[in-house]
DNA sequence: GGCGAACTACGATCGGCGATCGTAGATGAC
DNA sequence: GTCATCTACGATCGCCGATCGTAGTTCGCC
């Protein structure tokens, strides 16, 4: 994803965007349906504090610029619908940053997730082994193609 | 770390800091001695391209704000000294990053991790293997305490 | 004691970028 | 054809890193 970028101190969505960004992106995702325009954004967050049409609009662009938003013309308007779900953009921001850590980031990345991992539960950890067989059993499958 | 941010766009120590910041830093982990001064920097990078004493002293000192190095007075000046090694920063952002993640994004963590080791080589996987016998063993003795 | 070089402190400028908005122009509804 | 709705475009603002000039401080030296 272009213009990527992660603050660690913000939490959410707002880690991996910008506010506005952000706070557009939640109402798209809980909105009922899932094609919307930039009037239904700008409702909702009209709803909450003043803001206008054209900063909704600019903004919701980006996000169709950023890969977040699919568009299409539909007459006069664009009709947006989202990529990704929430859970499967914060996998994919989480690739985007891991997959750029260097090899010593790795290796603290593993110890680290297993030590998280363990905290939280054993079943996690189990989790993780059977992902580790699973490698295992394809990595003995391509020795032998 | 204050003022974290990540671009996974960027290589190397630009993911985590701003540019003139991650210069002065690989100067820095480069000197021959520990400690240094705001003048032995400027003469590293002055050979690279004309800059400022100021330049490099107000970065120099934005990252002793940001924790990276420490300093302490000798007679008028400031003398510095990295805080971390190299690797120990990159396994320093790393930990941040991760430890920010939310539980959907360390599930894919785990999974991509995995996948990333496995094809480095083998014995990553067994490394991971072992970290986590390692925490079971702990899990097992916390039980007993 | 006082001068000069080395440093720091402070603040100004510049550029990039997200946030914000106004205005002009296009277009569909009636 | 008129009008409300949208988009396109560009301007402004604020924030922040990069960059530097200048003023002030302090140590070394004569």
Redo the contacts between chains.
């Keep these: 994803m272009k213009?990527?970028?992660?603050?660690?101190?913000e939490?959410?969505l707002r880690?991996s965007l910008f506010d506005l960004e952000a706070e557009i992106m939640e109402i798209v995702w809980g909105l009922d349906a899932e094609d919307f325009a930039v009037a239904d954004v700008h409702r909702a967050l009209e709803a909450l504090r003043p803001i206008a049409y054209t900063t909704v609009m600019t903004t919701t662009s980006r996000l169709h610029d950023k890969g977040l938003l699919d568009r299409r013309k539909d007459g006069r308007r664009y009709v947006y619908r989202a990529r990704m779900t929430r859970?499967g953009f914060?996998?994919q921001?989480?690739?985007?940053?891991?997959?750029?850590?260097?090899p010593?980031?790795?290796?603290?990345?593993?110890?680290?997730?297993?030590?998280?991992?363990?905290e939280v539960d054993?079943g996690?950890?189990e989790?993780?082994?059977a992902?580790?067989r699973a490698?295992?059993v394809?990595?003995a499958g391509d020795g032998d193609g």
């Design positions: 213009g990527m970028r992660f603050r660690p101190e939490s959410g880690a859970e914060i996998e921001a989480t690739r985007d940053v891991l997959s750029s850590l260097p010593v980031g790795r290796r603290t990345a593993m110890a680290l997730l297993v030590e998280q991992v363990a054993d996690e950890l989790r993780l082994e992902l580790i490698r295992r394809a990595r």
